[in-house]
């Protein structure tokens, strides 16, 4: 068994999205409980503890069958855990005009967005 650690940069939490997204007890899109998703998908099995959140997240897999390299990308993609901002910043200057936002709002925003990032 191999464990990978992640810390996702993100403006959401995880643990909502997936008790939202999930059944009791069924494997829809995984089985979830105590805070951890454990989901079979191929050849792969493994499960994702997320842990700190909402202020430092950190999600822990640990990899049962399978090549880690291969759950370690597929938990890249599926938990979105490098979002890119740069389009979101693009759709703030492009609305910026239509709503009439005050320059300094998106400069405000864009301002979280770049602290944030770098931690």
């Known amino acids: 068994m191999e464990i990978v650690e992640l810390r996702p940069k993100l403006l959401h939490m995880i643990t909502p999205h997936i008790r939202l997204f999930t059944l009791p007890d069924r494997p829809t899109p995984c089985i979830y409980n105590s805070g951890c998703c454990h989901r079979m998908l191929q050849e792969l099995v493994y499960r994702v503890c997320v842990n700190g959140e909402p202020d430092d997240p950190l999600l822990r897999v640990k990899v049962y069958r ?3 390299k291969d759950v370690r990308r597929l938990i890249e993609h599926v938990y979105s855990v490098y979002p890119d901002y740069s ?5 703030i200057k492009v609305f910026q005009g239509y709503m009439k936002l005050h320059v300094s709002t998106v400069d405000f925003v864009q301002h979280l967005l770049q602290v944030y990032l770098r931690r």
């Open 87 to 91: 389009e979101f910043l693009e759709c």
């Open 66 to 68: 399978g090549n880690a």
